[in-house]
């Protein structure tokens, strides 16, 4: 069973500094391109906007712009782990942060499914004074 837990969000001031984590299970996220997205709304996933991705060989990454050089995506293999450093966060970076495993084409910083089984349940990023 595929399984993606978030971690790490909370309430930072801006400026500040946060990293997520994403425990995956029941698959290798070295098999996978990994993906981070965040929802502002808490509509469905299809409304979730492009963060940043890695593709499983590890040699392409794709940010969005609004957070290109301020965010990082990487990968443990060893831990099986996802990670997003964000530093210098702004109030607009908050939203609620989700990580998937496939269902994207990284080099275009695109999904192109929406399978929940492959989706983490997300967590809180609250950029405020």
């Known amino acids: 069973e595929v399984r993606l837990v978030e971690s790490g969000g909370g309430l930072v001031q801006p400026g500040g500094n946060l990293r997520l984590s994403c425990a995956a299970s029941g698959f290798s996220v070295s098999n996978y391109s990994m993906s981070w997205g965040r929802q502002r709304q808490g509509r469905s996933l299809e409304f979730t906007s492009w963060v940043a991705g890695i593709n499983k060989q590890g040699n392409i990454i794709r940010y969005d712009s609004s957070v290109e050089g301020r965010f990082t995506i990487s990968r443990d293999d060893a831990k099986n782990t996802l990670y997003l450093k964000m530093t210098n966060l702004k109030p607009e970076d908050t939203a609620m942060y989700y990580c998937?495993?496939?269902?994207?084409?990284?080099?275009?910083?695109?999904?192109?499914?929406?399978?929940?089984?492959?989706w983490g349940k997300g967590t809180l990023v609250t950029v405020s004074n």
């Open positions: 998937a495993a496939d269902g994207c084409r990284v080099e275009y910083g695109i999904w192109t499914e929406y399978d929940m089984n492959n």
